[in-house]
């Protein structure tokens, strides 16, 4: 029983880690729907109700075929928006640029101003 706490050495029952084990792990389940209600967790450990089966849903989908279709989600998005950055690419003059804003509207002009010396 390598996942009971050192500290208590000997000291525990077996049939209740087990039971613990269980719970949590219907308390994990990858489906919502045979999540166990909080009601009957606390029922379970205080050992009111037998611990149900772990029951694994046969329709969810794998983590490996979650993981390929969110892959191929990300990389259609990506194609998307590259698609997009191309055909804005293809209209853009080469040049040239203007700025919006001018230097003087970034910075004060008279350099002797109290601009400067608030900054302090």
Known sequence: MDLVDPRLGPDFNKE?????????????NISSAVRPAMSSVVSMLEGRTAVQDIVSD?????????????????RHIQEKSMGVSESKAQSMPDGPWTASSSIPDLYPV???SEYWEKRD
């Open 16 to 28: 209740e880690v087990m039971a613990m084990l269980n719970i949590a792990l219907l308390c994990t």
């Open 58 to 74: 046969p329709s969810a989908p794998s983590d490996d075929l979650k993981l390929k279709e969110m892959k191929e989600h990300y």
């Open 110 to 112: 008279n350099l002797d």
